[in-house]
């Protein structure tokens, strides 16, 4: 149920998980309820193979053929789109989500063409996929490594800068949901976090932006605040040990079970 703070989201996982008709009623649903939609797409090579082989498209053409692509679907990955699919997720609005570090964990073969989308002014935001794929959920980890594995894979040093990385981060992921974060303003969610600039990986600071993404991990962090509550004050979270020893027991308890 949507509260102030959760919006539920549908998430059909991808189009080879997922069948068609299941795909056209989350579509349906989406429209009535005015959820997001979340799928993987374009992942790997295999997936636009087999998907070509049976459809006779590629997957972004497959589903806006059923008519599911639109603003409220958030892409994961896209590293093997090719320029008609980057022109058609421009056109319909559709949000992609880089996760760079799971692309290379997984080894999709492929960087997503960051410059290519950027220039067809797709909306795009960072992601760090989930633990299982990562295994770090460090978001200025995540600047790093998308601002590098752009620049390798475009052989180009210019690509994906820190100011743009920092803002895929920041005002990209927020709009790519739909919240009014990411940038500090009137009316908009207090969603801060308070680094401290005393860190030695932040020292000397002739770059603030470029010392963010390419020297700083999360223990920078000293506070953070969400819509406006303090979470964390002096690196400290109310009630840590507890939260800690509490989800340890369930992964234990899922381990189990395996």
């Not at 589903?63 to 692509?69: C, S």
């Not at 880089?98 to 992601?127: D, F, R, W």
Request: aromatic share 4%; with cysteine; net charge neutral.
């Amino acid at each position: 149920m949507k509260t102030d703070r959760i919006t539920p989201v549908l998430g059909p996982h991808a189009i080879y998980t997922v069948s068609k008709d299941s795909l056209l009623r989350i579509r349906e649903l989406a429209d009535k309820t005015g959820s997001l939609i979340h799928i993987h797409l374009s992942e790997t090579k295999r997936e636009v193979d087999d998907c070509l082989t049976e459809t006779g498209a590629r997957p972004a053409k497959y589903l806006d053929g059923l008519g599911f692509l639109a603003k409220d679907v958030i892409a994961a990955h896209g590293c093997w789109l090719d320029p008609s699919e980057i022109e058609l997720l421009a056109r319909t609005g559709t949000r992609v989500a880089h996760c760079p570090i799971s692309n290379m964990k997984l080894s999709t073969g492929q960087a997503m063409p960051y410059a290519a989308m950027k220039e067809a002014a797709v909306v795009m935001g960072l992601g760090t996929d989930g633990a299982a794929s990562n295994n770090n959920l460090d978001m200025f980890e995540t600047m790093k490594v998308a601002a590098l594995l752009q620049k390798f894979a475009h052989r180009d040093p210019t690509v994906l800068p820190s100011l743009e990385a920092f803002q895929l981060a920041t005002f990209g992921g927020a709009r790519a949901l739909g919240i009014d974060a990411g940038l500090i303003g009137v009316d908009r969610l207090a969603d801060l976090i308070l680094v401290d600039p005393r860190r030695p990986e932040l020292t000397p600071r002739h770059n603030d932006i470029s010392n963010w993404v390419y020297s700083a991990h999360g223990n920078v962090v000293d506070t953070m605040i969400c819509d406006g509550v303090v979470l964390m004050r002096g690196r400290r979270v109310r009630g840590e040990a507890e939260i800690l020893e509490k989800a340890a027991g369930v992964a234990r308890d899922l381990v189990s079970r395996v």
